[in-house]
């Protein structure tokens, strides 16, 4: 299959919002998206940018079934390990389920690890769902650690009411 990596321009935020919506129904979680395509177009292409994005792209003779022809993205960030240095997180990676098994997902994450090299990186970080078998082998064929299993690390998050009673107690000096 014939298929194109590039940066992300803040023309493709619609479809990057379709995917990422296509991406949470797979995750059983639709309603917990709460972006929409301009709250990327104004994160993503700003001044200061909270991400970056790689899109794939097929040819017009590959389209899909409903004529898209931006058939994956690899959404990250970075972060900073106080331990080890600059680091990228890969927050989404996803391919239409039609265009699977053609090396799009490969080359996506490939080239994440290419820009975190490039940016001297130390390493690559995501998270997957422990149901996910499929993300998870595919990661650890590549040679990713599972750190919850190994280092027993848990991601935890604040958000909602609790973000908000977390700032109400921030000393006011």
Same mark, same amino acid.
Request: charged share 25%; hydrophobic share 35%.
């Given at each position: ?17 379709? !995917? ?11 309603? $917990? ?26 040819? *017009?003779e590959q ?20 331990? !080890? ?5 890969? *927050?989404?990676?996803? #391919? !239409? ?24 990186? #130390? ?7 422990n149901w ?18 190994? *280092? ?8 909602? $009411? ?12």
């Amino acid at each position: 299959m014939n298929f194109k990596l590039r940066a992300a321009t803040k023309d493709d935020c619609k479809d990057i919002s379709r !995917m990422i919506t296509e991406l949470a129904v797979y995750e059983n979680m639709p309603d $917990q998206v709460k972006i929409s395509h301009e709250e990327l177009e104004r994160d993503g292409f700003c001044q200061n940018p909270f991400f970056e994005c790689l899109i794939a792209e097929v040819p *017009e003779e590959q389209k899909s079934k409903e004529g898209f022809t931006v058939v994956g993205y690899a959404l990250y960030f970075y972060t900073y390990s106080t331990w !080890m240095g600059p680091t990228v997180y890969l *927050e989404d990676l996803y #391919v !239409m389920p039609e265009f699977r098994g053609n090396g799009i997902g490969k080359g996506l994450l490939c080239k994440v690890a290419e820009v975190a090299k490039k940016k001297q990186c #130390v390493r690559l970080q995501l998270s997957v769902l422990n149901w996910n078998t499929p993300s998870r082998d595919f990661y650890a064929a590549k040679g990713a650690k599972d750190l919850t299993a190994t *280092e027993g690390w848990h991601f935890i998050r604040f958000d909602g $009411q609790n973000l908000d009673n977390l700032v109400n107690e921030a000393p006011t000096n």
